[in-house]
T-cell receptor, first 111, second 114 residues
């Protein structure tokens, strides 16, 4: 699976959009991009995933660049409860059970 | 309610005293995993299982054992715990067929080995 690079920490004002970047320059054509988050030592929680197209669900939007070498997770109106560590993961489907979480981005939403 | 449960949630033990952390899921998932989380190192996979009686090592399997005798249960066994196994442990499960490949995590077990 491709390696991902994320900034270690970010701040965002409450009510503003939080844009979390992820670099995955070695991604292959069939690898999906997944985002999870972990709120203060709880178990990580799935947010969204995508392959090539931009995706949106009730939690967030995922923007993947045309060359697929990077992506951005967008939380449109960040709340204090969005303070968490966000993990960007790239993996091939049907490749066993290896998920490489890395160290993620610690997002702090400021009142 | 669909969930992954772990027990105990908190455990303090001494070096060398065998312990088992249980994990159970009620979603009929094929895949189950154990992770440990340490400051600055993120989540690292210890062992995983693709189905009953099928297990394989993750990135940090040393000092751990697992078994998968039933689909719903995936216990983590520390035969002779050492202080470097002090960590936060998570069990996770997912369906082998569902897309996306969403993992469901348990609440975590915080282990302190003295």
């Amino acid at each position: 699976d491709a390696k991902t690079t994320q900034p270690p920490s970010m701040d965002c004002a409450e009510g503003r959009a939080a844009n979390l970047p992820c670099n995955h320059s070695t991604i292959s054509g069939n690898e999906y991009v997944y985002w999870y988050r972990q709120i203060h030592s709880q178990g990580p929680q799935y947010i969204i995933h995508g392959l090539k197209n931009n995706e949106t669900n009730e939690m967030a939007s995922l923007i993947i660049t045309e060359d697929r070498k990077s992506s951005t997770l967008i939380l449109p109106h960040a709340t204090l409860r969005d303070t968490a560590v966000y993990y960007c993961i790239v993996r091939l489907p049907n490749t066993g059970n290896q998920f490489y979480f890395g160290t993620g981005t610690s997002l702090t939403v400021i009142p | 309610e669909a969930q992954v449960t772990q027990n105990p949630r908190y455990l303090i033990t001494v070096t060398g005293k065998k312990l088992t952390v249980t994990c159970s899921q009620n979603m009929n998932h094929e895949y189950m995993s154990w992770y440990r989380q340490d400051p600055g190192l993120g989540l690292r996979q210890i062992y995983y299982s693709m189905n009953v009686e099928v297990t394989d090592k993750g990135d940090v399997p040393e000092g751990y054992k697992v078994s998968r005798k039933e689909k719903r249960n995936f216990p983590l066994i520390l035969e002779s715990p050492s202080p470097n196994q002090t960590s936060l442990y998570f069990c996770a499960s997912r369906s082998g067929l569902a897309r996306p490949e969403t993992q469901y995590f348990g609440p975590g077990t915080r282990l302190l080995v003295l």
